[in-house]
């Protein structure tokens, strides 16, 4: 038999749960998960800036303690978003 965590990595691979990943604002999703009886938490961004391929970063995670995740949290996310895009930026404009 499979261990739980298992089942819960090969759900995420191959469709879209809303138990497993949640739209937290337009920025910011939420990748949850239950292991050995802690919530973990990461949180991600979108990256759609190339056509052919869509990339998921994720920011950074915890354990959540509380049902709603933390408001500093979600501003470190953010703030961890725009520090990617910017830095993506530069980089594009260094290149040419």
């Known amino acids: 038999m499979m261990p739980?965590?298992?089942n819960v990595f090969r759900k995420a691979q191959t469709e879209y749960d809303?138990?497993?990943f949640k739209?937290?604002?337009?920025e910011v999703w939420e990748f949850r998960t239950l292991y050995q009886g802690l919530q973990y938490r990461l949180l991600a961004f979108w990256d759609k800036t190339n056509s052919a391929n869509?990339?998921?970063v994720s920011t950074h995670g915890f354990v959540k303690?509380?049902?709603?995740?933390?408001?500093?949290e979600i501003l470190?996310?953010?703030q961890q978003r725009a520090?990617?895009?910017d830095?993506?930026?530069?980089?594009?404009?260094k290149k040419k």
């Not at 739209?23 to 337009?26: A, L």
């Not at 830095?87 to 404009?93: F, N, P, S, T």
């Open 4 to 6: 739980e965590k298992e």
């Open 18 to 20: 809303p138990e497993l």
């Open 23 to 26: 739209k937290i604002n337009d």
């Open 54 to 56: 869509t990339l998921v």
């Open 65 to 72: 303690k509380r049902s709603k995740v933390p408001d500093n």
């Open 76 to 78: 470190k996310a953010i």
């Open 83 to 85: 520090k990617y895009f």
């Open 87 to 93: 830095d993506k930026e530069k980089l594009k404009k």
